[in-house]
RNA sequence: GCGAAAGUGGCGGAAUUGGUAGACGCGCAAGAUUUAGGAUCUUGUGGCCGUUGGCCGUGGGGGUUCGAGUCCCCCCUUUCGCACCA
């Protein structure tokens, strides 16, 4: 297969002898796919890893190994990445480029319930499947670091990983509020409640209180906010994740529960604090209101009312969340009979219950401001609540009726708010806060929208979280050598509805002895989110080699922070924000020594089809494995990358592939000839300086990632080489075989091949140089416009001066025709580009 | 509702960031060569008209400019996030 003696040229004759001259996709990709794999040519060994000069990582999102196999968006996703990192390594990089399997987590589980095949035998086929269709696709994967998340040896280190936040305090175990899945019967973090609707199944989502598991990720919150600043992320990525982190500034006002003492009500020892980002409305607080269930509502209810706030509590429990935060629902909710001091006024008011107040934001009751917030407007008109007036906008006075929320809050002044009166919004803001602050009934406050991570699940499929429950030690970790916990194989892995993983029916697996007083103790049964399989994979790819430790220190520091790492969007928030608070708590305890996992993130578009997203419903879904065989990976890889800018996707087209195919097969046909012999003359000079320009435009834009007009470049270069039937020479094509390379590998190793040289064309740094001065334009066509109209073109050397132009363009016949009779009051020049006659 | 991005031929999409709109590809038309090929090659292809020329044309309307797909204002549409977040 591999041609003999080491000239680095051989002479086209060997070609003419080769009885193989048509391109066979088929045969070309399957050959060069063994040969990797036999000369290890995407692999480094843990020798090459530690000495690497150059290295660079190149990261790929993980896929998780559905049984439907590998679909068009993955190999979108993963062909886009593999362009990058052999433009890399074809720029002298040592390129590593590990692939893996995410492989537990409920998507797994389910698709094993529904086909009733246990998952420990489903995943192991998937994953062989995926493989295989992976080394089908031409990645250059090193398949000798790779990752599958439900391998013992994997999970071991996700356990330790638990341990280590468990034993930072990082990681806490209580009772809460969580979301529950009554189809899933899990728990479901609030990232993966997509409104109010469990983001697997769509399927409502209720509230219980559970003892779960919570990583304290808002300890980090101002980190992780603070350093998006400083990270190469894709723009909209970075705001997906300071949208979700969703800080915002305000103040944290007490209202004193009040007492009725006679006519009169004083305040008492108890208050109810409520977060506003408004405090200067403070003195339009016309009523309080707390989440239905909210602690204090029991302290404020009075015996009249009981009855119907019990009823109201009720029916919220009952409604699930996606009805309760409609927005558009008509507000509803009932007054408790107890009554709060407003801290600024000393006034007392009412104090009400209702659902549009949620008890995991803020302190779960709000200070209600009918006047300035639509919503507390919304509910005060509708229950007959008094609505006032604190703040005047321009040409509004204190006592202008408001017929809606007046919610400006730049350019307002305050009003009927005592000695604030005529203070803009902003000052107020803090004058009032602080002045509260000295009575001990405020205080500055910043709130988030981030909540902690949830992350134990009461399901089969995942790690068994490694803790160790013991009557009187409490909560023990299990001990590191005793790791991994290995997750049982039961034949009855179904969840029920009882709120507790599966794994608390195998009693032989949870009753063991506590590591610390050996007394009768219980495993853990929860089994640990499939986020935190994923937030430290690419930590380990590069140690894979290595048994005893999760990631080696020697080999992390060589080949970490990732240093680009390309995916999609949907994992903008969840995926990447844990990832990053993993990196980060371990940088703190002392294991790495960078917080931020991927130095450069670019999340990629998606492919559509008709117009719409491909899914087995809309039944638009491509199967990439006929497409591959009638055409190949390398005119599939050059297809899709063609189809759009590689950041926003693509419309697939079926019949738009013919057009990358013929350009693979012209540029076969360039290489290996028909008939006849690849001519070994020098390049025409006009060839040579396309072929420059476009060896400088790809330079450009593969880094860029903008393959769509990159792959425009090459097929133009081609067609300027083979104009008019023209046959180009050698030292015009080899180099666009370079060029082509990282997109069409197979086809690019065997071209290069015939061009007689030895080994794989992406050992040694072969990505062409371009020469400026042969890129050069040797003429320019400068547009000639009279009042910004075309009217001509005249072709001149570069940097031609205006007078001279001017003089020949005035040549121009149909220039001159609009010259005529009129006269030239200005000349625009702009160099090289145009030349605008203004007349009048 | 809020936020972001985007609207360019029959279609996917280009356009050096204010300077010849429609690169490249699909499709279509005509031809060459093959005539088992989704192979190859040539030419044409935004619309309209008086066709060596001219007018119109980048969702709609206004504006800035010698010059606007690109900048500004208003409106419409689509897609994607977030969604009673106080």
Known sequence: MRPAGNARHRPPKTMSNDPERGYRPAAVEQKWQEAWERDGTNTLTAD?????????????????????????????????????????????????????????????????????????????RNVANFTRQLRRTGGMFDWQHTVDTTDPGYYKWTQWLFLQLFKAGLAEHKEAPVNWCPSCMTVLANEQVIAGACERCGTPVEQRRIKQWFFKITRYVERLLENLDHIDWSETTLKAQRNWIGRSEGGELRFPVARRNGDRWEPTDQVVPVFTTR????????????????????????????????????????????????????????????????PATGEPVPVWIADYVLMEYGTGAIMAVPGHDERDFEFATELGLPIVRVVAGEGQQADTPLDEAYTDNRNGRLVNSGRYDGLPVDEAKSAIVNDLAKEGLGELRVNYRLHDWC?????????????????????????????????????????????????????DWFRVPCPECGGEARRETDVSDNFLDNSWYFLRYPSTDFEDRPFDPEITRQWLPVDTYIGGNEHAVLHL?????????????GHLDFEEPYIKFRAHGLIIREGSKMSKSKGNVIVPDPIIEDYGADTFRLYLMFLGPFSEGGDYQDTGITGPHGFVHRLWESVVPKDGELPDTPPDPDVEQKLHQTIRQLSEQIPALQ????????????????????????????????????????????????????????????????????????????????????????????????????????AEANVAKHLEDVQVRKVIHVPDRLLNFVVG
């Open 707 to 810: 393959y769509n007009t990159a792959i425009a470049a090459m097929m133009e270069y081609l067609n300027v080489a083979r104009a008019g039937g023209r046959r180009p020479s050698r030292a015009e094509v080899e180099p666009l075989v370079c060029l082509v390379a990282p997109f069409a590998p197979h086809v690019a190793e065997e071209l290069w091949q015939r061009l007689g040289h030895e080994g794989s064309i992406f050992d040694g740094a072969n990505w062409p140089t371009f020469d400026p001065a042969k890129a050069a334009e040797s003429t320019v066509q400068v547009a000639v416009q009279v009042n910004g109209k075309l009217r001509g073109t005249v072709s001149v050397a570069p940097g031609t001066a205006e007078a001279d132009l001017v003089a020949l363009a005035k």
């Open 455 to 507: 992350v134990s699940r009461q399901r089969y499929w995942g790690p068994p979280i490694p803790i160790i429950h013991c009557p009187s030690c409490g909560a023990v970790p299990v001990p590191e050598y005793d790791l991994p916990v290995e997750l049982p194989a039961v034949d009855d892995f179904r969840p029920d509805d009882s709120g507790v993983s599966p794994l608390a029916r195998v009693e």
């Open 577 to 589: 924000l844990y990832s990053r608070f993993t990196t980060m708590a371990l940088h703190d305890l």
């Open 48 to 124: 090459e890893l530690r000495s690497a000069e150059s290295p660079f990582y190149n990261l790929m999102m993980f896929p998780y190994p559905s049984a439907e196999g590998l679909h068009v968006g993955n190999i979108y996703a993963f062909t886009g990445a593999d362009i990058h990192g052999r433009y890399k390594r074809m720029t002298g990089h040592t390129v590593f480029q590990p692939m893996g399997f995410d492989a537990f987590g409920i998507h797994s589980e389910n698709f094993a319930l529904k086909v009733g095949t246990h998952p420990m035998e489903l995943i192991p």
């Open 279 to 342: 405090p200067d409305t403070v003195f339009g607080a016309t009523y309080v209101v707390l989440a239905p269930e909210h602690p204090m509502v029991d302290v404020v209810t009075t015996p009249e009312a009981q009855a119907a706030v019990r009823d109201y509590q009720a029916r919220t429990a009952a409604t699930d969340l996606v009805a309760r935060q409609k927005a558009d629902k008509t507000k509803t909710g009932v007054f408790t009979g107890g009554r709060c001091i407003n």
